[in-house]
Each structure stands twice: as C-alpha cells, then as structure tokens.
C-alpha cells in the first residue's frame, strides 16, 4: 500500500492560494469555516487523511493527471457556474431503477433528496423516466460479463437535446451498464463540462453483477442494433443500504465534474477517481477542504447549513414516504398481497451511512466550537 503524502506548505497552498485576492477571499469565510478548512494542512487531523492506493491499477498509478489546486479552479475560464436563470439539477431516469415501479420512483426520491442537500442551495427537479428505446443510443452485450450495455456518448447527446431553459446540468441515472468506446470494457460515469450533462449507471453496485448467476446476463450472443426489446424486464438489482451508498457517490462526484473539479489528488476525497469497485468503495462520501472549498465557491452555500442538510437526509423517516394507492396498484399490475410487500420495502435503507453521519457531526461540532 501507498501513501499520497504532501507537505503542510503544498496542502495550504492548495486550499488557500499565493494569490493575494484568493487570501483575501478566504480569510473572509467565518471562523469556523476556516477552522473547518484547515484541518486539511493539520498532519493530526482525525477528519481529513491521506490518499492511500493499493495497488498499480488504482485511478492515481493508472491515470496520471495534473492535480487542480482552488486558485487553478477559480481561474479555469470553462468551467459551468450556476446562474439565477440556470439554478437547477434535473434528474433524468433511463429505464427502471427497481423491480417494480413503485420502488424505482421511491429511489430516484431518495436521490433527489440527497443531491439537494450535497448540492446545497440549488434546485433539483426530476424528468419524466424513459425507457432505453426513446434515447436510440448505440448498445452491445460486453464480452467479460455477458451483460448488456448502452453507449454513453449517445445518451450524452440526448440528455443535451432535453436540457431545459432553467437547467444548469441534467444527469441521467440508469441501472444499465455503460462503455464510453467500443475499446473500453465500461466506465461508472460520463460527463460532459462544455454541455452541462452526464450518464451514471448503477449497474456494478448490484452485489450479484459479477456472479455468474446474474439475472441480467444476455444468453444470446448478436442482437439487432434497432431491436430495444431487449432492454423489456431487464434485471434491476435488490435497492439496498450499499447500492444507495454507492449510488450517491457516482452521482455527486460526476455533478461535481459539471462544476469543473477535476480529479482529487491531494486527500482522501469523494472527488478521487476510481478504476474498479475496490477503489470506488475506499472512496470516501464527503469533500476534502480543497474540493470543498471549490464548490462553495461555485454555489455559495453556507457550510453548516448544507452539513446539517446532510444530516436531515440521512435521519428522514420513512413515514412521510408516499404508499401505494389502491390506483397504483392496479396500474402496475399489484396486488394487495404485493403492495403490502412493496410497502415494507420502501423504508430508506441508511445502514451503510451511519459512519458518514458520525463524521459530519464532528465537522459541525468544529465548525460550531
């Protein structure tokens, strides 16, 4: 194992600048801000460590990039900033997220509620969900797991074609495996900065995905490139604490790609890259100072606010989440032997955030002192 150690000097530098207006900028954050902050050049800080990489295939060893300070941020002449008149992240569902409707709905929910609180002090409104057949995108079945998979540029493009006015980024969610060329063999999440949207799939959160059980796996080896019947009743995974978890990490750090942060490299962070489920796991829910202090910078959200926000999602009890009617049921074909089944599932699974939370409530006690 390998440890990404940087000096004290490069670490402050990073989070604060030699840029006498960014110093400037950033002395005018409250004091508990900055107390939170600069736990990131504190070597004793129990909130923020080190990059650890396990082995050659990790994102760091595999994918070598430049590292993004915040004064190479705030400078970036590209990157997407929020507008009152583009204020919003909308949400777009490309086939079912659950085995039933009902349980797919209640997750895009859940996702919603968790964006709206990581992005602080924007709007997040949901798209009506399509089916594959409607974005004509390209698909295969990948050779290494037999299961199917849509082409993300495609859907790239026809998330673009459906951007609204008011929109500062649409994101598309899909529980189907995604390859961004027909050279790659997958890829967690595509984003677009210049266009403000980007595909994220779920697809390997499932804990079955890689079992040769899976009951997503294609048998027949060719298919039509037309034929989207293919994708009817596809396999969804069980919606569970862990998949909610992971789910939650692949859609913040692609937005925050949207935002223009780059790839993290210098503390244990969210925004790190990640080759493989291993590394995506290791991955940490929160920002580290530096990309913090980014996306402060782009939203302008006050930081306590937006933690306790954080909080409020993850302690939201499940009775305020909506039943199926006697209407619902009959829609989708349920019955009431199955609504009552659909019903006990639909409580949010938070097992997995519980150390999350823990965290968050020693950042708000430092920010509070």
Avoid at 104 to 123: I, T
Avoid at 223 to 228: A, F, K, L, P
Wanted: hydrophobic share 35%.
């Amino acid at each position: 194992m390998q440890t990404v150690q940087h000096s004290t000097h490069t670490l402050r530098t990073a989070l604060i600048s030699k840029n006498p207006e960014l110093v400037s900028q950033y002395e005018k954050l409250n004091a508990g801000e900055q107390r939170l902050m600069n736990h990131a050049f504190q070597p004793e800080s129990d909130l923020f460590g080190p990059i650890t990489l396990h082995s050659q295939s990790d994102w760091i060893t595999s994918h070598p990039e430049a590292p993004q300070d915040f004064e190479q941020f705030f400078s970036d002449p590209f990157r997407r900033t929020p507008s009152p008149e583009k204020h919003s992240i909308y949400i777009q569902c490309i086939g079912s997220l659950g085995n039933t409707r009902i349980i797919s709905e209640e997750y895009v929910r859940w996702l919603k509620g968790y964006c709206e609180a990581f992005f602080y002090g924007l709007a997040v409104k949901l798209l009506e969900p399509v089916p594959v057949s409607v974005t004509r995108c390209c698909f295969r079945i990948n050779d290494s797991t037999q299961n199917l998979q849509i082409h993300a540029g495609d859907i790239l493009k026809f998330l673009k074609k459906r951007k609204p006015e008011d929109a500062f980024c649409v994101v598309g969610i899909t529980m189907i495996d995604l390859y961004p060329r027909d050279s790659w063999n997958f890829v967690f999440g595509q984003a677009s900065l210049t266009d403000g949207v980007g595909i994220f799939s779920f697809a390997r959160y499932g804990s079955d995905f890689y079992s040769s059980h899976y009951a997503g796996k294609v048998k027949l080896r060719k298919t039509s490139s037309s034929d989207y019947s293919i994708f009817n009743d596809y396999y969804v995974p069980e919606v569970n604490s862990v998949l909610l978890l992971r789910s939650c990490k692949t859609l913040a750090h692609e937005i925050g790609h949207i935002f223009g942060l780059r790839h993290c490299q210098w503390l244990a962070c969210l925004m790190q890259g990640s080759n493989h489920l291993e590394e995506a796991d290791r991955r940490p829910l929160n920002l580290c100072p530096i990309c913090l202090r980014k996306l402060q910078c782009a939203i302008g959200f006050d930081i306590i606010e937006r933690y306790k926000a954080l909080v409020r999602w993850i302690d939201e009890e499940s009775t305020d989440a909506p039943r199926v009617t006697s209407k619902q049921s009959r829609e989708v074909g349920v019955t009431s032997k199955q609504s009552r089944e659909v019903n006990a599932s639909l409580p949010k699974p938070m097992e997995a955030f519980k150390e999350w939370k823990a965290w968050i409530v020693r950042c708000l006690a430092v920010l509070q002192k």
